[in-house]
């Protein structure tokens, strides 16, 4: 939520925040800015709407060379996800003082700003937008007055503020500099040669520069042409030492693709494939996550895992669940962040908690984690950012970062990639554990399905175009409804949300078995049932359920294996797989429900890369 960049150095600014602010629009898109110093002032150019209303406007003004505009080197850019005060012109960010001494651009949200607005309000402050930024802002000038420097009036102003912050400052006095500081929300430093950097994201940083320094918790960075300075929240200096960042791909370029989504669907073969030859080259070797600091007692005797996660990453953990269930035999539980908030955490020392976040900064998750961890219980994080609070907090973590940045906000690539992490972890812990022979022979054979998924999501793949031609005859339904049973239950529910997010079409979905208990009602020929049917233990039934819904004159589309001649009789749509185990089935069903969301989406003219109201990360609870 909310993206932040910032430059200074010699070469043209627009250019350069406009690069950056492409690379963090995953963050938000309701509205963006910039603030750069010109003459003896502080300029101010921002906008409702995506980015490429900006550059309209910069356009329009002429701003985009500095030699024509009167720029110095000196910036900081924003793109916003709108949490206080609605995405309009007024609370676009940069955020400036009265006097127009000092701009913020900032990420994350401020919990006590009604309180510090009414502090400010009756020292005579007249606030202009409905946002929490400007309490920061109006703050900082307010100290400002009465501080020795600029570094002072930012550790007084914190010192008032509770929630979370990644602040970029400029201040008019100080031309030269931009001043930086976090509390639970990413800030990454970029050194350059004469140049310097500050973003949400070292993938952005990194465009530019490859050494970055990740500013932490309660961390200031003052930023000069030449130098960066930290600083603690009182003041004095602390050393912090530069990394060296491998470049990855560009994850701006779309490689061909129409959009991002459609890229990031079809990386799934490569992506699953890139983490097993990491951790498990061969079906015959055990599992390489040695790199785990857990003590070897602990994993044999786990006692319970408790799953933490909202979203899709919720749904990875469902599919968790019954892989450590089935394989590990430990008990599992899976909680929505956002409601663990609200129950007693039952955990002993010998729990393992896991919070699985893409971003690595959804609010929820971060509060449930946190809340877990007050009881002793040991952590472990997957999540696709190194720079996340989320990896800050796990000493313990599964990086997936080798799926690549996940630019589209539907999350895909890095479902998959959370599915593959827990399986390896499931047959990790149980390779610590001594399982009887029969789970001993079960996990062998799980590893050679692993083995095998690669092979099989990419023949999945490529059927893109028949799954098109079968679903978009039914782009103009009213409402559709998902079923599956067992591990292809959290499939249903992951369909049924990106159906919705991509094409606002009202979805849901529920395991097979709880149609007959009321959702049966909603169903007429308006109202598609998608059922998720694969060989194994669940398949009579979910079959049953299925034509239950048939004689309710409901339009009926399977996901099945090919050569299912029993599906092909009852459906009128079947998307088909390859032949899979039920086990390591989710990762192929998936695959057409994916598409399905996809192409109904396109069909209907959606943004399908950014849906509206959403943003990539949520760091609000
Ligand atoms: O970054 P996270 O994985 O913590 O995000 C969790 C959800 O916000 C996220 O999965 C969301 O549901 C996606 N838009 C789903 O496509």
Redesign the pocket.
């Known amino acids: 939520m909310c993206g932040i960049v910032g430059y200074i150095g010699k070469k043209e600014i627009i250019p350069i925040l406009m690069e950056g602010l492409h690379s963090l629009e995953y963050r938000g898109y309701d509205s963006s800015g910039i603030a750069l110093h010109k003459g003896n002032s502080l300029n101010v150019i921002k906008s409702a709407g995506k980015i490429s209303i900006l550059e309209e406007i910069l356009k329009k003004k002429g701003s985009h060379s500095n030699g024509k505009n009167g720029y110095t080197h000196c910036g900081i850019g924003h793109t916003r996800w709108a949490t206080h005060g609605e995405p309009n012109d007024i609370n676009a960010h940069p955020h400036s003082d009265t006097d127009e001494k000092i701009a913020v651009v900032h990420n994350g949200i401020i919990r006590n700003y009604q309180e510090v607005r009414e502090k400010l309000v009756k020292a005579g402050i007249k606030f202009l937008s409905t946002t929490d930024t400007e309490v920061i802002v109006q703050l900082i000038a307010f100290h400002l007055k009465n501080s020795n420097s600029v570094l002072e009036s930012i550790c007084k102003s914190v010192n008032e503020l509770d929630g979370s912050y990644a602040l970029a400052i400029l201040f008019k006095d100080e031309p030269q500099k931009i001043y930086g500081i976090r509390k639970e929300s990413p800030l990454v430093i970029g050194i350059g040669e004469k140049e310097n950097y500050i973003a949400s994201d070292s993938a952005t940083v990194s465009r530019f520069v490859d050494k970055i320094i990740r500013l932490g918790d309660n961390e200031i960075v003052e930023i000069s042409l030449e130098k960066t300075i930290f600083y603690d929240l009182v003041g004095n200096k602390i050393i912090k030492n530069p990394q060296i960042v491998i470049k990855t791909k560009d994850f701006l370029d779309k490689r061909g693709y129409k959009h991002y989504l459609a890229k990031e669907i079809n990386e799934q073969a490569e992506v699953i494939s890139n983490l097993l030859s990491d951790y498990l080259p061969s079906a015959e070797k055990t599992v390489n996550f040695d790199f785990l600091k857990f003590d070897k007692e602990f994993l044999k005797n786990i006692d319970r895992i408790l799953i933490l996660?909202?979203?899709?990453?919720?749904h990875a953990g469902l599919v968790g669940k019954y892989v450590f269930e089935n394989t590990a035999s430990i008990p599992t539980e899976v909680q929505l962040a956002s409601e663990f908030l609200n129950l007693k955490p039952l955990l002993t020392k010998n729990s393992l908690v896991i919070g699985?976040?893409?971003?690595?900064?959804?609010a929820d998750?971060l509060a449930a984690v946190k809340k877990a961890l007050s009881t002793g219980a040991a952590f472990l994080g997957i999540t696709n950012k190194p720079d996340s609070a989320l990896a800050d907090l796990a000493k313990d973590k599964l990086l997936i970062s080798k799926a690549g940045t996940e630019v589209s906000?539907?999350?895909t690539k890095?479902f998959t990639a959370q599915m593959t992490m827990l399986y390896l972890l499931a047959i990790f812990i149980s390779e610590h554990r001594i399982p009887s022979l029969e789970l001993g022979k079960e996990i062998n054979m799980l590893k050679h399905e692993l083995r095998m998924i690669p092979r099989l999501v990419d023949q999945t793949l490529t059927r893109a175009e028949y799954y098109q031609e079968q679903v978009i005859k039914y782009a103009d339904k009213r409402d559709f409804v998902f079923i599956g049973r067992g591990i292809n239950f959290p499939i249903a529910l992951e369909a049924a949300?990106?159906l919705k997010?991509l094409s606002y079409i009202h979805a849901s979905g529920y395991a097979s078995g709880e149609m007959k208990h009321g959702p049966i009602a909603v169903l007429d020929p308006n109202v598609p049932v998608v059922s998720i049917i694969v060989p194994g233990e669940t398949y009579d039934r979910v079959l049953q359920n299925s034509l239950e819904a048939k004689s309710r004159s409901a339009p009926m589309i399977a996901v099945a294996v090919d050569g299912d001649k029993k599906v092909d009789s009852v459906f009128d749509t079947v998307l088909h797989i390859p032949s899979v185990s039920e086990i390591a089935s989710p990762f192929l069903t998936v695959i057409p429900l994916q598409f399905l969301a996809y192409y109904i989406a396109e069909h209907l003219g959606r943004d399908v890369d950014q849906p509206r109201n959403?943003a990539?990360?949520?760091t609000v609870e």
Do not use: D, H, N, R
């Open positions: 996660a909202c979203g899709t990453a919720w699985i976040s893409q971003s690595g900064e959804t998750t906000v539907a999350a890095t949300l990106k997010e959403l990539k990360s949520v």
